[in-house]
């Protein structure tokens, strides 16, 4: 190894720093602690000994003023130390940037999260967290609703008791009499359904319950109802089932029934008003269409819900698609991992992966809260990320639901703890005016997600979307501008810009480059 002899600028910094302090006596038991330090550090070849030492003697500096030179240690024997622990490092980091630098740095990290560490639990605890919770309340449930527990482990128990009338809520959950009437007052209008598994992550004793929110409609719903937009279908629709917005992404609508029904939907205009079973006749059509035009390469694969299609159909629809030299990619869209785990049994798993050994498939799931997530959800996911591609989170910013960092953050870290992976994050659309009560504003979630960068793992972070014919991204822009050669970025987690030297165009320009130079 090659022995450095000479301290960086971050050492010389700090010990000027360190012996620019008072000379004089500490108390004796300060000095023998440190004593004890000092032959430490220099007796044996531990890195961890010296900065110990050196955080100690900062300390000393910053709060009481001291040089080290209350210790005995001479500013030569700290130079010795910094020579030693320099080339100790296996990456010969310096003691001035471990110790004065990288140190403050991770301090100053740490305090941007700890606000957060701090909250999480407790304004957006994880169904993990609420295991024992959700289980007093599915025994209850099952009990009020009479299932057995074969019922409750099986997805046609799960749907044949579905909570759909104000009168079985009324019965699992303690809701004021009027928020009932109102219930019934929405109902004759849009559809209300929950399956048992799914009521049960709602904390009964709480009216703003982020799982209720989505579930149980308000009588905003009807109230809100404005202007009608004509749903997305309406000029998106080339063919039969079909959805398309981009050339080569196309969308079939292949059920219109999920296994519960949101409040915020943004297909309200189609799901859930009367469950219909299309024909082999309209799934051939929409086939048709997508064999035909050859630019398409990825089939997305959606309702209502994917996993309400019968394992028959859903396996016919992958293969007739895997059939197709252009269709490269696949993707299954739905909710029913984190409202009904039930459905994903061997035979589903069996189809996903038989399909996905042919081409990739994506599982595109939607999880709005960390509250959905429970060791059963969590399960499933497991199991239906080992036989697919990706399993992918599309989640809707809602009010009092997940409209705050602390909320967001911790559903996209307790989703990925789970094998999602957070892919987007939707501002809830101005299309359907009756969940209006629900929106939040395009800056607020900005802020929010923004506020992940730096903070938590990078493939967590959501991309910020708003849906208006086409996704379109609604992230700041963190390039604030130019300096000559230099790009000026902004750091999103400290708002601390940095200039960033651009590539030089006339070097960018040079066709003859690399082993071209030598023709
Ligand atoms: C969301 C969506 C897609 C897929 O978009 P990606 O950005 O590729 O996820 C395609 N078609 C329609 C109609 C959609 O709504
Ligand atoms: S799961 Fe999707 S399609 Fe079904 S009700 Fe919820 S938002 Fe609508």
């Known amino acids: 190894m090659l022995f450095k002899e000479h301290l960086d600028e971050y050492t010389e910094d700090f ?10 006596e500490d108390s004796a038991e300060d000095a023998s602690r440190v004593w004890e330090m000092i032959q430490k550090a220099q007796s044996g070849n531990c890195v961890q000994d010296i900065v110990d030492l050196f955080l100690f003697l900062k300390q000393a500096r910053m709060e009481k003023g001291l040089s080290p030179e209350f210790t005995g240690l001479a500013r030569s024997d700290a130079v010795g130390l910094a ?14 940037g471990r110790v004065n630098q990288a140190a403050s740095i991770v301090q100053q990290a740490g305090d941007r999260v700890n606000s957060y560490l701090e ?26 609703l009479g299932m057995s527990m074969q019922d409750w482990d099986s997805f046609s128990g ?67 109802a404005g202007i009608e937009i004509p749903p997305v279908a309406a000029d998106h629709s080339p063919a039969r089932l079909i959805d398309q917005f981009y050339p080569r992404v196309v969308t079939i609508k292949a059920t219109n029934m999920c296994a519960m029904y949101c409040t915020h939907c943004l297909r309200i205009a189609h799901i859930g008003k009367k469950d219909r079973i299309y024909t082999e006749q309209a799934y ?56 009904t785990p039930q459905r994903v049994d061997q035979e589903l798993l069996d189809i996903l992966e038989e399909s996905n050994d042919k081409k990739p498939l994506r599982v595109v799931t939607q999880i709005n809260t960390a509250q959905e997530i429970t060791p059963v959800s969590r399960e499933a996911f497991k199991q239906i990320s080992r036989v697919v591609f990706a399993v992918l989170n599309q989640a809707v910013l809602l009010k009092g639901i997940n409209d705050t960092f602390v909320k967001m953050a911790h559903l996209c870290e307790t989703i990925q703890e789970a ?22 504003p395009v800056e607020k979630g900005r ?66 480059w690399g082993l071209k130079r030598y023709e």
């Not at 020579?83 to 001035?96: A, F, P, R, T, Y």
């Not at 909250?119 to 605890?125: L, N, Q, W």
């Not at 992550?201 to 319950?209: A, H, K, Q, T």
């Not at 209502?304 to 159909?313: H, I, Q, R, T």
Request: a negative charge.
């Open 15 to 24: 010990f000027d720093l360190l012996y620019s302090g008072e000379h004089r």
């Open 83 to 96: 020579l030693k622990h320099q080339n100790l490092d296996e990456h010969g980091v310096s003691l001035g």
């Open 119 to 144: 909250a999480r639990d407790r304004e957006a605890p994880s169904g993990m967290l609420l295991w024992e919770r959700i289980q007093e309340n599915h025994s209850r449930i099952r009990e009020v």
């Open 158 to 224: 799960q749907l044949k008791y579905a909570i759909e009338s104000p009168q079985t809520l009324e019965s699992i959950l303690n809701l004021p009499p009027r928020a009932l009437e109102e219930v019934g007052r929405v109902t004759r209008d849009y559809r209300m359904r929950l399956t048992p598994y799914y009521a049960g992550l709602i904390m009964p004793e709480r009216l703003d319950d982020p799982v209720l929110l989505q579930a149980v409609p308000t009588g905003e719903m009807v109230d809100n």
């Open 284 to 339: 051939g059509e929409a086939l048709d269409y997508i064999r035909r035009d050859t630019r398409i390469r990825d089939v997305l694969i959606t309702g209502g819900d994917a996993f309400m299609l019968p394992n028959k159909v859903l396996r016919n629809i992958l293969a007739e698609l895997d059939s197709m030299d252009h269709v490269r990619l696949k993707r299954l869209g739905t909710r029913i991992p984190v409202t």
């Open 419 to 440: 094998y999602v992976r957070p892919y987007y994050i939707f501002n809830c659309s101005y299309r359907n005016p009756q969940f209006s009560h629900l929106r939040v």
């Open 447 to 512: 802020d929010i997600v923004e506020g992940m960068y730096g903070n938590i793992s990078g493939d967590a972070i959501p991309r910020y979307i708003a849906t208006a014919g086409g996704k379109i991204p609604l992230h700041r822009s963190n390039v604030l501008g130019r300096d000559q050669g230099d790009i000026i970025l902004q750091k999103p987690w400290s708002g601390e810009q940095v200039k960033y030297p651009d590539a030089d165009p006339e070097v960018y320009s040079e066709s003859r």
